[in-house]
């Protein structure tokens, strides 16, 4: 009888697990299939690779605001869905400089479940719109960039996400979901969502960009970017088996910005998640077929996770850290004083006028042209002095020393390393073309007349490295020249160049 029990009991608890896992199957598979669906809608040829101000666009934010609707988002501001924005565009009509489009943000609210929690912010952003069509080609021949992974893979996820978390009732805190327009033209969505201050700024604790996130099976990892910008992020955000998660403290890129600059450029703590740039990037073959479904359903659920455990955590600090690519100027203007200390050196390229190590010198100033933070055209301009040390004929034990004044105009590409540029010291590396005009040389020799022998022009090549601490910078260069120094018919036979090593001080105001 006991025995019997037993087994009853035992059979009931493993039809109860079977029913479970099976419950949680159907769950995942018809997740799966809302966000095939969503994907194949948004990136259908129909429309049209969702360009801001187009009908596919338009077409794509009506069925947004449908999904939210039936997910049981209430209307960001109690009459609808739509934030419409006005978009100036250089316009093909000569006489009419600027076109006004109108661009449109699709935003939902899951208000929150705590009396005090419900008055702070989580947004989640996805941009909705894509490219449009290729300019090249024309009527039926012209092809669509349909943007599935970018980014009708991410507003899958937003509106899925939405269902999911009413579902459960909501979060202490309350969840905006914005499917922003004008990404591609410029972040132009998420720019109008901060400047019309549809929430308060301030209550704003962190944003989300969810942004190419249908590639998981190729890329084989999800990046959570902007993990230093909150305080504790790695603490309170959830571990899973199911997929390879990456932290990564900042967006590091020059190149790739998503909605989350600027939320950040405001001092909001920001993560963007992606699959990476796997996918067909900005191309046609971005399609709706090529999406790994499966991987955007574990997406989905590790982003649930995420939003719930930042949804209820009972402070959200941001750490007062960003990326520098969040926080730089897109261009910057500077100058201040160079000076150059070290040796230049005569070398033989033919004949035998072997040359030994004298000293250098430069002053001058430096001016820089600094873009998006990393990239810098740096032109300067310096009185130098070359020292040389050489053999006066061949074979010769003794030196001949040689005093040069020259005017000097580098011109350096500079590349900052970002990573580090968030940090008070960072390093850099440039590669330099220069110009020297030689105005005067004395040798021993009293009758010496420096023209008569030597060239006023040089022109050479260089590469550095260096370190910068706040706004002074050290580093060193060697440069090599790449014009011989001795007039022509001077010294037949012989071919003589320069070549100079120096540590470079800079200061910029
Ligand atoms: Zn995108």
Redesign the pocket.
């Known amino acids: 009888m006991k025995k019997y029990y037993i087994c009853s009991v035992l059979f009931l608890l493993t039809c109860g697990v079977m029913h479970l896992r099976a419950q949680e199957a159907d769950a995942w598979t018809m997740s799966r299939m809302r966000l095939r669906t969503h994907v194949s809608f948004l990136a259908s040829d129909s429309l049209a690779g969702r360009l801001i101000g187009t009908e596919g666009n338009l077409i794509a934010g009506e069925y947004i605001a449908d999904c939210f609707a039936d997910a049981g988002l209430d209307e960001y501001n109690g009459t609808g869905y739509f934030h419409y924005f006005d978009v100036k565009l250089p316009s093909a009509v000569p006489d009419i400089p600027l076109a006004v489009i109108e661009g449109c943000n699709v935003i939902g609210v899951l208000p929150g479940t705590d009396p005090v929690l419900k008055a702070e912010f989580i947004v989640i952003g996805a ?1 909705y719109d ?1 490219l449009g069509k290729a300019t090249r080609g024309s009527g039926e021949k012209q092809s669509i960039y349909n ?1 599935a992974d ?2 009708a893979s ?1 507003t899958a996820v937003l509106i899925e996400l939405a269902g999911k978390l009413q579902e459960k009732g909501g979060l202490a805190r309350t969840v905006v979901f914005a499917a922003f327009d004008g ?2 033209q410029g972040l132009l969505g998420s720019k109008q969502f901060l400047i019309d201050s549809l929430f308060p700024r301030e209550s704003i604790r962190i944003m989300i960009s969810l ?2 996130v249908g590639y998981y099976r190729t890329s084989g990892v999800l990046k959570i970017l902007g993990t230093g910008t909150l305080d504790d992020a790695r603490a309170l955000l959830p571990k899973t088996k199911a997929l390879r998660v990456r932290f990564i403290p900042y967006e590091i890129s020059p190149f ?1 910005a ?1 909605d989350t600059k600027p939320f950040a450029s405001a001092g909001i703590p920001t993560l963007h998640i992606t699959t990476g740039s796997s996918s067909p990037y900005h191309k046609e073959e971005d399609e709706s077929e090529k999406v790994d479904y499966e991987g955007l359903t574990a997406v989905t659920n590790y982003v649930q996770n995420l939003v719930t455990a930042l949804g209820k955590h009972t402070s959200l600090t941001p750490s007062g850290n960003y990326a520098v690519i969040h926080h730089v100027p897109s261009s910057l203007f500077s100058w201040g004083p160079a000076w150059a200390l070290g040796t230049n050196r005569f070398v033989h390229t033919k004949g035998a006028l072997e040359g030994k190590t004298a000293f250098y010198a430069s002053l001058g100033a430096d001016f820089r042209f600094l873009w998006k933070g990393f990239l810098e055209l740096n032109p300067g301009i310096g009185v130098e002095y070359v020292g040389a040390r050489h053999a006066p004929y061949p074979g010769s034990s003794y030196m001949n020393q040689m005093h040069m004044l020259a005017l000097g105009v580098p011109l350096s590409l500079r590349v900052y390393f970002p990573e580090f540029n968030k940090l008070p010291v960072g390093v850099y590396a440039w590669a330099t073309t220069y110009y020297r005009y030689y105005l005067a040389g004395q040798t021993f020799d009293p009758g010496f007349v420096f023209t008569d022998v030597f060239r006023r022009h040089e022109w050479g090549l260089g590469l550095g490295l260096g370190v910068r601490a706040s706004v002074f910078q050290v580093g060193f260069e060697t440069r090599w020249g790449m014009t011989g120094l001795f007039r022509p018919g001077v010294l037949q036979g012989y071919n003589v160049k320069n070549s100079t090593q120096t540590i470079r001080f800079s200061y910029f105001f």
């Open positions: 941009h894509h943007g970018d980014n991410g990404e591609e942004d190419m790739s998503t």
